[in-house]
């Protein structure tokens, strides 16, 4: 199964990375037939053990995993890095890619029906497994997703722009709908679990306080909070419509450096969003900047409307005084 028209001129993708693409499509669409008929030959939301990092496991999270992990066999891809696996497969010890994916984003969903997501990101291999993940993420040269939803779509960029397509069931073909995704500017939507409150750091607090405060606040406009636990469906809902997701570190125990995984989750995500033209950071400083220190690393990440996120980075830049005050001292993000 191949994309209906490359993302780029024929000339600017590779042929090796192009068959990447198009193995990682095969198999997305094979799996979005799967989940579509979950439930009548299968239970894809069963427990199904644990990771590495002792986050719990469906059934469908180890059904991708095997299904992309075999699908890359005989490609160019030399290292494989999923977030379902504790170390690097080796695929090709001729390969001159390296893979990272979350093969399944989102299972808690499953059973609710409520979208989930494949998330990847691909870097040039180096010498070795861990040089090839552990690297600044701005040095990725491919990255995107595919959700399953009412419609199951690819969001992807090479680093010159991001563009969707949208899976056609009739043919298993995914055609292309939209070839400069841009992220909306003006937003009313911030995305957060309000039921962390209480552990956020001080900046995240005052921040959110603002817009909850509405008209009355800072900010002089109503917010609309949204939540939905799968980071694929945030994000497509922030390319399609603007807001701000945050998931800060907190004062809960492993969640010091947020939840979020760089190398699977964050580093893909913020290059698909920075292409759109939004922002993408740790709360302060640009995903891309960084680098992870280990395959599983966690970090905080706060990402989309540009003009949005870089009000979050203002904040932690107020001084201690001011966010924990009320919001009638913090003048200075009036608007």
């Known amino acids: 199964m191949q994309i209906e028209q490359p993302v780029l001129p024929v000339a600017g993708i590779p042929a090796p990375l ?16 799967r989940i579509a008929r979950g439930g009548i030959d299968e239970r894809l939301g069963a427990q199904a053990g644990v990771n590495s990092d002792g986050d719990g496991q469906a059934a ?45 984003d989102g299972s808690s969903n499953i059973e609710v029906d409520i979208s989930i997501g494949t998330i990847f990101s691909i870097f040039p291999a180096a010498e070795s497994a861990e ?4 690297r600044p993420a701005g040095e990725q040269i491919a990255a995107g997703y595919v959700i399953y939803g009412p419609q199951t779509c690819l969001v992807m960029t090479f680093g010159e722009g991001v563009r969707k397509y949208v899976l056609d069931p009739l043919t298993g073909r995914f055609h292309l709908v939209d070839a400069e995704v841009r992220v909306p500017s003006v937003s009313s939507e911030f995305s957060i679990n309000a039921s962390n ?69 964050c580093a893909p995500i913020a290059l698909v969003i920075t292409q759109a033209g939004g922002g993408a950071t740790d709360g ?28 979050v980075a203002a904040y932690h830049d107020l001084p201690e005084p001011e966010t924990s005050a009320l919001f009638g001292t913090r003048g200075l993000f009036r608007n």
């Open 18 to 33: 192009y068959d990447v693409i198009s193995r990682l499509c095969a198999t997305a669409a094979e799996l979005a037939t």
């Open 60 to 104: 469908l999270d180890l059904i991708a995993d095997q299904a992309f992990l075999a699908a890359l066999d005989g490609s160019a891809v030399r290292f494989y890095a999923s977030e379902e696996l504790e170390t690097v497969a080796t695929l090709n010890d001729h390969g001159h890619l390296a893979l990272a994916i979350d093969p399944l």
């Open 131 to 134: 040089a090839s993940f552990l």
């Open 197 to 265: 409150y209480r552990f956020w750091p001080k900046p995240v607090r005052a921040y959110i306080d603002d817009c909850v405060a509405g008209m009355e606040g800072p900010r002089g406009r109503d917010f609309n909070m949204r939540w939905i636990a799968s980071l694929v469906a945030e994000t497509h809902r922030i390319l399609t419509r603007g807001g701000i997701f945050l998931y800060p570190a907190d004062r809960r125990k492993g969640y010091e450096r947020g939840r979020l995984r760089m190398v699977y989750e």
């Open 284 to 311: 302060c400083d640009p995903i891309l900047t960084q680098r992870a220190e280990s395959l599983h690393a966690r970090t905080p990440f706060v990402f989309g409307s540009a003009e949005k996120v870089a009000r």
